[in-house]
């Protein structure tokens, strides 16, 4: 059965902080996998991530794939209170869909 | 671009009820649109997924008697939640892709949180 787990499930960490954030996955015939941030509505697309070793970034986010070992990362460095949401991270697989893991829930205190 | 709108937002019902939630995709043509459920502290669990003009393909263990999908067009979706109970209520998400199968990036709605009384 297709997995997709999330660690850690909780974070709480100050301003300023740096966080990484982890996905892992089994899931047969992989096509991409997904981030979203997800603040009480529907989630926000961060980044899709195809290829192993290849890091995406936007601001202070970025996110690399390894396809070998079969996870991901999600980093946010200078986290700010705004970045407080749950973090999902999901993956693709070849029927088409999307399976979500479980969520990490990061709170940025002041 | 790649705008997705629900309605309503948020809805109130009575029991035994049947409630009418519509997704559309507002500026690019959806062949492929999906249905999310998501309860509180949990993650999106995928009811069904539904592409133009055809039957909506739903996951296990989701009733296809009691949650209705109707894609009629490449621009709208609908979920009818009928004889909703209280432990329908949840948040009803829908998403929609450009590609078939969902192959490509899914574009998420807003949200509708249903409560049933």
């Known amino acids: 059965e297709d997995k997709v787990v999330q660690s850690p499930l909780s974070l709480v960490v100050h301003e300023g902080d740096t966080v990484t954030l982890n996905c892992s996955y089994e899931?047969?015939?992989?096509?991409?996998l997904l981030w979203y941030k997800q603040e009480k509505k529907a989630p926000t697309f961060l980044f899709m991530l195809?290829?192993?070793?290849i890091e995406k970034k936007s601001g202070r986010l970025s996110s690399i794939l390894d396809k070998k070992e079969l996870f991901s990362i999600l980093n946010i460095t200078a986290t700010q209170t705004g970045d407080s949401a749950v973090y999902l991270c999901?993956?693709?697989?070849?029927?088409?869909?999307?399976?979500f893991g479980q969520g990490t829930e990061l709170s940025v205190k002041p | 671009g790649a705008v997705v709108s629900q309605h309503p937002s948020w809805v109130i019902c009575k029991s035994g009820t049947s409630v009418k939630i519509e997704c559309r995709s507002l500026?690019?043509?959806?062949?492929?649109m999906f249905w999310y459920r998501q309860f509180p502290k949990q993650s999106l669990m995928l009811m069904a997924t539904?592409?133009?003009?055809?039957?909506?393909?739903?996951e296990q263990g989701v009733e296809k008697d009691k949650f209705l999908i109707n894609h009629a067009s490449l621009t709208l979706s609908t979920l009818t939640v009928t004889s909703a109970h209280p432990e329908d209520s949840s948040f009803y998400i829908c998403s929609a892709s450009t590609g078939t199968s969902g192959a490509y990036e899914q574009y998420f709605g807003p949200g509708t949180r249903l409560t049933v009384t």
């Open positions: 539904s592409n133009e003009g055809s039957k909506a393909t739903y």
């Open positions: 999901a993956v693709h697989n070849q029927g088409g869909k999307l399976i």
């Open positions: 195809t290829s192993s070793g």
């Open positions: 500026d690019f043509q959806a062949t492929t």
């Open positions: 899931v047969t015939n992989f096509r991409s």
